[in-house]
Each structure stands twice: as structure tokens, then as C-alpha cells.
């Protein structure tokens, strides 16, 4: 039992029919840098991740795999774990629908809804794609070829008629547009909301939520033959991580309702429509907020397979290094819109902020204080107004921050900090250090200080984005504690302490070769 607030965020599940890319890294970063933020906050932390592993086109690709559905979800599951450690995510659990703690609560709910009645069974007839495991109704259908439909995302239909268990979900419009109204900042951004709501008002048919035409699924309870549709399995992973259905256990207790559900705009239907609806007539809280992001581009380009310039972020990762690939991705475009992936905007920002900005900072104040002060922490005497100001900004840098990341925008956060370690460069440039060695040694003593002061809390200011870069200046200033509470004059540095030789920490990246020149 702890005394801290607690914070549950979770990312979509991902689908095992394919192999990590951007988008799915894009996701999850968001959620590490929210869950490594709240930490350092003070708040008890829970976050999800992991993967889908059911439905027909997990089957399908099982079975073109020349391998059981199981042996295949475990292969592609595994690569997801791996980009979690290569991106250096911090996740609390990685949670598999094709565990038993998850059949067991998703058979739960559904017992309970069948229970209160929101569950009949009838026959479906109507338009499927395989490809986004959804139906459709035919006026959202688009044509293709001569004699093809399409869904409104490209993806082709086939006409699906079988034996099917219903959830009521034409019951839930009015009780889920009062909930989005009552709770403006259900879904972000409002952009979304709006997109949701207009839905929801356009009408709700019922909806399908099992199928018989294949096995590969969390089975109907007592009803031999239905396996679950895939989505009221995969939305349930966030109870089920929660230990539901045991509503007494501490972990339920603690983090449900779940503060953020992170998703691509593509699933914002499925969790600001089908989801709160599922959870009102089980008759349990609502998560507090679905925020919906964009989607990248490359270049200018869409990103798919046939075009073959979907973006690998392990090879990202080896070409610049970790932590240049979590700042660009979350600092170059507002977090919710589209955002282009050009390797040139990439080096420009990279170079701009990091090598040139905190980087410099880091290692021209460091380099100073090695050789002017023997390596150890200067003596800090009268402040001046400048000094003042400057600390002054980098310690009520905090809290517009923390209103930055508590509303998602991310890029608005890390463009205060950068904004502060221009400034300090701004002040070195003025106070001329150098030149105070000979004409004043005391002055280039304390400016040495605020500098290195400002820097320690900038450091940790941006350890939710950067933590090994982070960590590395930290380390350059002898700061072993690096919490939150550590900001202002709680942690203040303390002279004469020996510091480490100073060493660079971002490297300055390359322009591709078609730009260089």
C-alpha cells in the first residue's frame, strides 16, 4: 500500500499479424515519457503494453506461415518485446490475450453483460474486412475494382452471414453522448471528440461480438462453436491487467479507472464508443481519457508495405542513436496530428536542440569548471540579477511542464526546457566567463555555478524523453538524486565537489548524402 497517487496508462495491444514499425514506437514512447514523468512526480505508476493475439487474420497468417496459431503469436509477440527494450521503454507489464489471466476476464465480462442483459444472439449479415477486423455498414463502403468494396480505410470486404451473439449498443447513444458532454476531455484531442460525438449521433446499430466461421479466439462461455470477436477480447486487456475480475485486489483498487488509453486514431472508434459502452452496462468506471495521436508519413509519402517505406525503428535506433530517435519523434510535430518522417528534419532538429543546444551547454560549462576550478563544483557567492533570472526560470519550469505533458503536448513541454538551455546559453555569452577568470575570478566562480545549477535541473527535467542522455550529464555532476523533488533549491549542487572528466553526450548527426551537399 503507498500513500502516492496513482497513474494507469496503457497503449493499444498490438496486433501479432506483422512486425513492429514506427507507429507502434510512436505510441509507446508517448506512454513511457507520461509514465516515467508521473514517476519522478511522486505518483505510483502502472503501464501497459502488449499484444493482440487472436481473430481471423492472426489465423490466416498463421496458416500462410506454415505454423499453428500459437507458435506464430509467440514469434511475433517476442519482437515486440524486443522493441520495447530497444526503444528502452519502461512498461509495468506486458500483457498477451492468448494468456489464461486474460481468457479468464474477458469470459468473466462477458458473463456479466449477458447477465444484465446487453447480449443476445441473432444471425449477422452484413460487410466484413478480415484486414481491420471490423464491420461495416454499406453506406460507409467505397468501390474498387469492378465488382470489389472497399471500407472507408482501404481494406477489402467480404459479405459475412453466420449465427452471432449481439452487444446492445443502440441502448448506449444517448447515456455515451451526456458522458462525452458531461466530460469534454474524454477524448482528445477535440478534434477527435467531435468526430466521436458526430458518429454517436448518427446512430449506433448493435454490435457483433462473435463469430463462428473461425476458432482462433477466447471461446463464448457455454456456447460451443462462438469464439469472442476480437475487439470486446483485445479492449478488455486493460481490465484484465487490473487483476479483473478481482475488483478487491489492491492493483484494481489502485489504478482502475485507467487514467490514458494512447491510441492511433484509427481504434478511436473502438475505444471512445464501443469501449465506454461495454464498461457502462458492466456497470464499471470509465477511463478518465482516450487521447487519439496521428499518423507519420515519410517523406511526404504514406507509409505501407507496397510502396516498401514503412520505417524499421531499429534500424532508427542504429543509425542516430536511442535517444535522438525518442526526442524527434515527440518534439518535431504536436502530438495528435500528422506528423512527416524527413531524415533531414530529423538531423536538423537533432543537431539544433541536442548537439548545439543542451549538449553545448552541458559540455562548454563542464569543460569550464574542469579547467578553471581543478573538476570541482565551484564556490557560488553574490547573485546577480541575471543569475537570479535565469534560476528563477529553470525552477518554475516544473509546473508549465507538467501542465504540458498532463494535457499531451508533448512537443510544448520539451520546447520550454530547450527554450531555458538557450537562455543559459544566451547568459554564458554575456557573462563572458572567460574573460572573468582574469578580471574577476570570484564572478567566474558563481556564473560557473548557475550555469552547472541550471543545467542539473534541466537534466532532469528531460529524463522522461532522454534517460540514458540524461543520466549520463547527471553523472557528469556527481547528482546521484534525481526526482522531481529535487528541482529548485531542494538539491541544490554543493562546492567542492569533485566532478568526472567531462565528456560529449550528443553527437552531432549527418546529413543523408543527397542533402549534404
Same mark, same amino acid.
Given at each position: ?30 506512454? #513511457? ?51 520495447? +527494450? ?58 474498387? &475494382?469492378?465488382?470489389? &468494396? ?38 482528445? $484531442? ?31 462461455? #457455454? ?27 489492491? +492493483? ?34 470509465? $477511463? ?34 536511442? #535517444? ?194
Amino acid at each position: 500500500m503507498t500513500n502516492r497517487p496513482s497513474f494507469y496508462i496503457t497503449t493499444p495491444i498490438y496486433y501479432v499479424n506483422d512486425v513492429p514499425h514506427i507507429g507502434h514506437a510512436y505510441t509507446t514512447l508517448a506512454c #513511457d515519457v507520461m509514465a516515467r514523468f508521473k514517476r519522478l512526480d511522486g505518483y505510483d505508476v502502472m503501464f501497459l503494453t502488449g499484444t493482440d493475439e487472436h481473430g481471423q487474420k492472426v489465423e490466416k497468417s498463421a496458416e500462410k506461415a506454415g505454423i499453428p496459431p500459437q507458435e506464430f503469436c509467440d514469434k511475433v509477440s517476442e519482437r515486440f518485446r524486443e522493441l520495447a +527494450t530497444a526503444m528502452n521503454f519502461s512498461n509495468d507489464q506486458f500483457i498477451r490475450t492468448t494468456e489464461e489471466r486474460h481468457k479468464n476476464a474477458v469470459q468473466h465480462l462477458w458473463k456479466v453483460l449477458l447477465e444484465k442483459g446487453h447480449i443476445y444472439e441473432d444471425k449477422y449479415a452484413g460487410w466484413y474486412s478480415v484486414r481491420d477486423e471490423a464491420f461495416y455498414a454499406e453506406s460507409e463502403l467505397q468501390d474498387g &475494382k469492378p465488382g470489389e &468494396k472497399l471500407a472507408p480505410t482501404g481494406a477489402p470486404v467480404e459479405w459475412v452471414e453466420e449465427p452471432s451473439y449481439f452487444f446492445r449498443l443502440s441502448a448506449f447513444g444517448d447515456k455515451l453522448l451526456s458522458y462525452y458532454e458531461a466530460n469534454p476531455d474524454f477524448v482528445m $484531442p477535440k478534434s477527435r471528440l467531435n468526430e466521436v460525438t458526430s458518429f454517436v449521433k448518427g446512430g449506433l446499430d448493435d454490435l457483433s461480438i462473435s463469430r463462428t466461421t473461425f476458432n482462433w479466439g477466447v471461446p463464448v462461455p #457455454d456456447v460451443p462453436g462462438h469464439i469472442m470477436y476480437v475487439w470486446i477480447d483485445a479492449l478488455a486487456n486493460y481490465l484484465t491487467a487490473v487483476d479483473y475480475p478481482n475488483m478487491d485486489s489492491q +492493483t484494481y483498487q489502485n489504478f482502475w479507472p485507467a487514467n490514458v488509453h494512447m491510441v492511433g486514431k484509427d481504434i478511436l472508434r473502438f475505444h471512445a464508443v464501443y469501449w465506454p459502452a461495454f464498461l457502462m452496462a458492466a456497470g464499471l468506471p470509465l $477511463p478518465k481519457r482516450v487521447f487519439a495521436h496521428g499518423w507519420w508519413t515519410n517523406e511526404g509519402q504514406k507509409i505501407s508495405k507496397s510502396l516498401g517505406n514503412v520505417i524499421d525503428p531499429f534500424e532508427l535506433i542504429d543509425t542516430y542513436g536511442l #535517444d535522438a530517435v525518442r526526442y524527434f519523434m515527440l518534439r518535431e510535430v504536436p502530438f495528435g496530428n500528422d506528423g512527416d518522417f524527413s531524415r533531414r528534419s530529423f538531423v536538423l532538429r537533432c543537431n539544433s536542440d541536442l548537439a548545439n543546444g543542451l549538449g553545448n551547454l552541458s559540455q562548454r560549462t563542464l569543460s569550464m569548471i574542469a579547467k578553471n576550478c581543478d573538476g570541482f563544483i565551484p564556490e557560488c557567492s553574490t547573485l546577480t540579477n541575471d543569475d537570479k533570472e535565469l534560476l528563477g526560470n529553470v525552477e518554475n519550469l516544473l509546473d508549465t511542464v507538467r501542465d504540458h505533458i498532463n494535457a499531451q503536448a508533448f512537443h510544448h513541454a520539451f520546447e520550454s526546457i530547450f527554450a531555458q538551455a538557450a537562455a543559459a546559453d544566451t547568459y554564458i555569452t554575456v557573462q563572458e566567463p572567460w574573460k572573468l577568470k582574469k578580471t574577476d575570478p570570484e564572478r567566474m566562480k558563481t556564473v560557473l555555478y548557475v550555469l552547472a545549477e541550471a543545467i542539473r535541473q534541466l537534466a532532469i527535467l528531460v529524463q522522461p524523453i532522454m534517460p540514458e542522455s540524461a543520466a549520463k550529464i547527471l553523472d557528469q555532476l556527481n547528482v546521484s538524486e534525481r526526482g522531481f523533488d529535487q528541482l529548485g533549491g531542494a538539491g541544490r549542487l554543493k562546492a567542492g565537489v569533485e566532478l568526472p572528466t567531462p565528456i560529449g553526450v550528443f553527437p552531432r548527426l549527418e546529413l543523408p548524402e543527397d542533402d549534404a551537399a
